[in-house]
């Protein structure tokens, strides 16, 4: 980058993106009052010298509103045109029954209760009731979308290539090793209706499972990118690649960086045909505390990376994933589209 190499800081660098960030925000595009008529109208575009940027709607997770319009909104006003979907807005919007059960209760009391600490007979029952509640549930919902309206994903779809945004990968809760095969059918159709090229998951750390998966895949002419935490090393997905063409990455730098791993650069040009997307956050490395950071104050070559993927021409997107603290004043829309003025800025030095 010819101003990093004339000595300007990754300080200095993210400090200038923050005005770009700020106008992306003021004058984003507006999902309501654009004239129909002109379909261009306004619409964002996060494609840069070639390179897809988009986000992880997992970013706006702390807003208060989560449906369809409302994350299409955020999305939006962070001047993001392409998107790694969670399961929650389309699938609301589809008419998925509601959950019934505390889940931030269950999942608080069921550590409690396998950390061995001194729990009650209240407790005890309590963490059973929430239990059977949430395996009716579950039930309920492979019923549902045994029978799920697949008319309502393509809406869901065109609603937002409307409005100028694709979804390349969907994340719904449907490919766990408890999944039944028609969650994990209903999951591929519905990425599938969303537009979507390959569905995420965490690498589940079970060969059986990724096989399956895998080939199952396949059969709906789709990808399946596993995803990892600090658990990531160059050899870290080799099983699974190995198993199906339909099995891909969806490395996550920041996380890879903060494990330990020195290689980021490397590991992208070896195995960028395995890629289907890349989770991009700023991380601090094993040795400085693994602390997620702003971008350009963490130990993740972020800079590097998108000009590496400019240079080489890879076709996979980057996904945003905001994770640091949002600072005080500010909101996770306004804290993506800093992002992207990063990464933007980076790949058009």
């Known amino acids: ?16 993106t923050a005005a770009i960030a700020t106008g992306v925000v003021l004058g984003g595009p507006k999902l309501f009052g654009a004239p129909s008529i002109i379909t261009s109208y ?50 609301s919007f ?15 009391l069921n550590r409690l209760k396998k950390s061995g600490d001194e729990i009650s007979e209240d407790q005890l029952k309590e963490i059973a009731d929430l239990n059977a509640q949430f395996e009716s549930y579950t039930k309920q919902i492979t019923d549902w979308r045994a029978n799920a309206p697949f008319e309502k994903f393509e809406k869901f ?14 994340k719904p809760n449907a490919f766990g090793k408890d999944s039944s095969d028609i969650d994990i059918n209903y999951g591929f159709k519905a990425a599938k209706a969303l537009g979507a090229s390959h569905v995420t998951l965490e690498l589940p750390g079970d060969d059986a499972h990724t096989l399956k998966l895998g080939s199952m895949a396949a059969k709906h002419n789709m990808l399946v990118g596993y995803h990892g935490h600090t658990q990531q090393t160059p050899t870290w997905w080799d099983t699974a690649l190995k198993q199906s063409p339909a099995n891909m990455m969806n490395i996550d730098i920041g996380h890879y960086v903060a494990a330990g791993n020195t290689d980021a650069l490397n590991i992208i040009k070896s195995k960028n045909k395995r890629i289907s997307s890349m989770h991009i956050k700023d991380r601090k490395n094993l040795i400085n505390g693994q602390e997620n950071q702003v971008f350009g104050e963490g130990d993740t070559p972020i800079v590097e990376i998108m000009q590496l993927m400019r240079d080489n021409k890879y076709s996979f997107p980057g996904t945003i994933e905001l994770e640091y603290k949002i600072p005080e004043g500010s909101t996770s829309v306004k804290e993506v589209a800093r992002c992207v003025a990063y990464c933007k800025k980076a790949l058009e030095a």
């Open 1 to 16: 980058m010819k101003d990093l190499k004339n000595g300007q800081s990754r300080r200095t660098f993210i400090t200038k």
């Open 157 to 170: 779809k065109k609603m937002y290539a409307d409005k100028g945004v694709s979804i390349y990968a969907f």
């Open 94 to 108: 589809a008419g998925i029954p509601s959950n019934p059960v505390d889940m931030r209760k269950m999942r608080t």
């Open 42 to 91: 306004n619409k964002p575009n996060s494609k840069f010298k070639g390179v897809q940027l988009g986000c992880i709607t997992y970013s706006f997770r702390d807003m208060a509103d989560q449906s369809a319009e409302a994350t299409l909104q955020y999305v939006l006003d962070s001047g993001i045109s392409a998107i790694e979907l969670m399961g929650g807005p389309a699938e």
